[in-house]
């Protein structure tokens, strides 16, 4: 449900959004509450608003083509490796920048020469010195930038050739669609995409493939080479007709490209290139690219990508993509989106997660059952002790339908409106990206609240809270309650979807590293391996790694046959050989 707090607030000019700034309501009789009508101050204006029960009703769910919590998901994820080779079709574009002094690497396949035009540079040299091939050597390059460094980052695999999507929103940049018969014109691609940006004086694009990586249009412009080395190197077994198994040189290199990658799984990620969320221009955004609510419907979100997008809303996106990153000045509110989400997220995270694990029980004991409720009660205050209003009045007689709860209706509509209370008074200062941030964090925070809201409210008439005490016969409904809130926190966690909940289970040791494997491309191998080694990467670029390379259990290897391609499970592997 799209929030009713930016309309407001637009229609307001400068003031105070009136329907969510109001303080707690106190709570009369026994049969529910009766919100009072208030009145708001700001410099200068005045305004009294009566509160809406009917926009905190705890039995509105989100609307099956919401996109509020993947907007809130893709925002929180960005630049994190975890959540972006999970989710891999990328829906967004945000222009960044490289700050002055940041180095970039470069390794060239037997040349010593800088390159003359677009090439691909990696922000670990792990990375780099991965495309160092040779016999026993080869020439790296550093790089550092000289100046800030103007960028635009595709969110997901972006770097990854795979047909499920990745390269979608770079082609709608490079060639004004998604052109998926294209997938491996990487050339082309960076070409195109650098013939693009040189107008808007852009120096580079970040995707994300086993690691970060920036597509390099000018290596002469805003950069200057730190060193240009001729490394030694162990034997690059790519370039033998038999290549031996993933316990050699060759395979090491490749574990350490992935460990690399693994030093950005999770928040803050990438930190090198700095985001400007201002500026943030998002495919699930309905009203920018309405056409793609259809081409989604009913299907996974390991489905969504943007190939079926109009038209009308291809040029819309450029329209807006263009107008984002020819701002001559930063503009915006001043808000810290990337923390607000980041603190979203930290605050129930790992309390859902609890709260998934103690209702995962079954017992045929009724007081060991009672016990097990009693504990989840106690976490759902927990989370709620914030809002827990001392004006708060339970009936003490049991109602039904719609109102039974409307006593707990100030409690959610408190939790809901937290975080963004004094934010939506910046609104007449946000950007569009602003404002369709702050939806999602409304969404977001709505749905949470509502239901953990719900939750609660339930166990405090069954009987079981401390705080809020209620005479009720305990046992005989509890059963029903329990299976009721596994449902309530499986819906909500599958809702949100928040990657932070997938990890190896049980937890890696020392030696070991957790391990999301991706699918391997699915296109017919290079004709011979000379034009394999010629490419960009052995992984993703050229079709399966050669024969005794893709060894079973190995971190090369990208799923199980048993497994849906689409949805690897993470497992730990090895840090040093063998990997199995």
């Given at each position: 449900?799209?929030?009713?707090?930016?309309?407001?607030?637009?229609s307001?000019?400068?003031?105070?959004l009136?329907?969510?700034n109001?303080?707690?309501?106190?709570?009369?009789?026994e049969?529910?509450?009766?919100?009072?009508?208030?009145?708001?101050?700001?410099?200068?204006?005045?305004?009294?608003?009566?509160?809406?029960?009917?926009?905190?009703?705890?039995?509105?769910?989100?609307s099956?083509?919401?996109?509020?919590?993947l907007?809130?998901d893709?925002?929180?994820?960005?630049?994190?490796h975890w959540?972006?080779?999970?989710?891999?079709?990328?829906?967004?574009?945000?222009?960044?920048m490289i700050?002055?002094?940041t180095?970039l690497?470069?390794?060239?396949?037997?040349s010593?020469?800088?390159?003359?035009g677009p090439?691909?540079?990696?922000?670990?040299p792990?990375?780099?010195?991965?495309?160092?091939?040779?016999?026993?050597?080869g020439?790296?390059?550093t790089?550092?930038?000289?100046?800030?460094?103007?960028?635009?980052?595709?969110d997901?695999?972006?770097?990854?050739?795979?047909?499920?999507?990745?390269?979608?929103?770079?082609?709608?940049?490079?060639?004004?669609?998604?052109?998926?018969?294209?997938?491996?014109d990487e050339?082309?691609r960076?070409?195109?995409?650098?013939?693009?940006g040189?107008?808007?004086g852009?120096d580079g694009?970040?995707?994300?493939?086993?690691d970060?990586?920036?597509?390099?249009c000018n290596?002469?412009?805003?950069?200057?080479?730190?060193?240009f080395?001729h490394?030694?190197l162990?034997?690059?077994?790519r370039?033998?007709?038999?290549?031996?198994?993933?316990d050699?040189?060759?395979?090491?290199?490749?574990?350490?490209?992935?460990?690399?990658?693994?030093?950005?799984?999770?928040?803050?990620?990438?930190?090198?290139?700095?985001l400007?969320?201002?500026?943030l221009?998002?495919?699930?955004?309905?009203?920018?690219?309405?056409?793609?609510?259809p081409?989604?419907?009913?299907l996974e979100?390991?489905?969504?990508?943007?190939?079926?997008?109009?038209?009308?809303d291809?040029?819309?996106?450029?329209?807006?993509?263009?107008?984002?990153?020819?701002?001559?000045?930063?503009?915006g509110?001043g808000i810290d989106?990337?923390t607000l989400?980041?603190?979203?997220?930290?605050r129930?995270?790992?309390?859902l997660?609890l709260?998934?694990?103690?209702?995962?029980?079954?017992s045929?004991d009724?007081?060991?059952?009672?016990?097990?409720?009693?504990?989840?009660?106690?976490?759902?205050?927990?989370?709620?002790?914030?809002?827990?209003?001392?004006?708060?009045?339970?009936?003490?007689?049991?109602?039904?339908g719609?109102?039974?709860?409307q006593?707990a209706l100030?409690?959610?509509?408190?939790?809901?409106?937290?975080?963004?209370?004094?934010i939506?008074?910046?609104?007449?200062?946000?950007?569009?990206?602003?404002?369709?941030?702050?939806?999602?964090?409304?969404?977001?925070?709505?749905?949470?609240?509502?239901?953990t809201?719900?939750?609660?409210?339930?166990?405090?008439m069954?009987?079981?809270?401390?705080?809020?005490?209620?005479?009720?016969n305990?046992?005989?409904?509890?059963?029903?309650?329990?299976?009721?809130?596994?449902?309530?926190?499986?819906?909500?966690m599958?809702?949100?979807?928040?990657?932070?909940?997938?990890?190896?289970?049980p937890?890696?040791?020392?030696?070991?590293?957790?391990y999301?494997?991706?699918?391997?491309?699915?296109?017919?191998?290079?004709?011979n391996l000379n034009d394999?080694?010629?490419?960009?990467?052995?992984?993703?670029?050229?079709?399966?790694?050669?024969?005794?390379?893709a060894?079973?259990g190995?971190?090369?290897?990208?799923?199980?046959?048993?497994?849906d391609p689409?949805?690897?499970?993470?497992?730990c592997?090895?840090?040093?050989?063998?990997?199995?």
């Amino acid at each position: 449900m799209r929030s009713q707090s930016i309309v407001a607030a637009l229609s307001l000019g400068s003031a105070t959004l009136a329907s969510h700034n109001q303080f707690p309501i106190n709570t009369v009789g026994e049969n529910g509450v009766r919100p009072l009508d208030i009145t708001i101050l700001n410099p200068g204006h005045t305004y009294s608003v009566s509160s809406d029960s009917e926009q905190w009703r705890l039995d509105e769910y989100p609307s099956e083509n919401a996109t509020g919590n993947l907007i809130f998901d893709t925002v929180h994820s960005l630049l994190q490796h975890w959540p972006n080779t999970r989710y891999r079709q990328g829906h967004n574009m945000v222009p960044g920048m490289i700050p002055i002094g940041t180095l970039l690497y470069h390794g060239t396949n037997g040349s010593h020469m800088i390159p003359s035009g677009p090439e691909w540079t990696a922000v670990d040299p792990e990375h780099s010195i991965f495309f160092a091939r040779g016999n026993g050597s080869g020439w790296h390059l550093t790089l550092a930038a000289t100046r800030p460094l103007k960028v635009l980052y595709f969110d997901g695999s972006s770097a990854v050739k795979l047909p499920g999507g990745t390269m979608d929103t770079q082609d709608i940049v490079a060639w004004g669609e998604p052109r998926p018969e294209r997938l491996f014109d990487e050339r082309d691609r960076i070409v195109d995409l650098c013939t693009w940006g040189k107008e808007f004086g852009i120096d580079g694009f970040a995707r994300m493939e086993m690691d970060f990586e920036v597509m390099l249009c000018n290596f002469t412009a805003g950069v200057e080479a730190v060193s240009f080395l001729h490394l030694a190197l162990p034997k690059d077994e790519r370039s033998s007709p038999h290549p031996t198994l993933l316990d050699s040189d060759t395979g090491a290199r490749m574990f350490e490209v992935l460990h690399s990658g693994s030093w950005h799984n999770r928040y803050p990620g990438e930190s090198r290139i700095v985001l400007d969320l201002t500026g943030l221009v998002s495919l699930y955004d309905t009203a920018l690219a309405p056409s793609l609510i259809p081409v989604r419907a009913g299907l996974e979100r390991y489905d969504h990508r943007v190939l079926g997008i109009s038209s009308d809303d291809t040029s819309r996106v450029m329209r807006k993509l263009i107008k984002v990153i020819t701002r001559p000045h930063p503009v915006g509110s001043g808000i810290d989106w990337k923390t607000l989400t980041h603190v979203i997220v930290d605050r129930y995270a790992d309390r859902l997660e609890l709260m998934q694990h103690l209702l995962n029980f079954t017992s045929s004991d009724s007081q060991q059952l009672l016990h097990q409720a009693k504990l989840a009660q106690a976490q759902l205050r927990v989370m709620l002790m914030p809002y827990l209003l001392h004006s708060t009045i339970v009936p003490s007689a049991v109602t039904s339908g719609v109102d039974a709860l409307q006593w707990a209706l100030p409690i959610f509509r408190q939790c809901a409106i937290t975080h963004t209370s004094k934010i939506i008074n910046q609104i007449p200062l946000m950007t569009s990206s602003e404002r369709l941030l702050l939806t999602a964090v409304e969404d977001t925070t709505r749905e949470i609240c509502r239901v953990t809201t719900n939750m609660w409210a339930n166990g405090v008439m069954s009987g079981l809270d401390t705080l809020f005490h209620v005479e009720r016969n305990v046992d005989r409904k509890i059963t029903r309650l329990m299976s009721d809130w596994k449902q309530d926190v499986k819906k909500l966690m599958s809702w949100l979807d928040w990657s932070i909940w997938v990890k190896c289970r049980p937890a890696c040791g020392t030696e070991e590293m957790c391990y999301l494997p991706n699918p391997m491309p699915r296109h017919p191998r290079p004709k011979n391996l000379n034009d394999a080694l010629g490419a960009k990467s052995s992984t993703d670029r050229v079709g399966p790694l050669p024969e005794g390379l893709a060894i079973t259990g190995s971190p090369f290897v990208h799923a199980t046959l048993e497994e849906d391609p689409r949805k690897r499970q993470p497992r730990c592997i090895r840090r040093f050989q063998p990997y199995l």
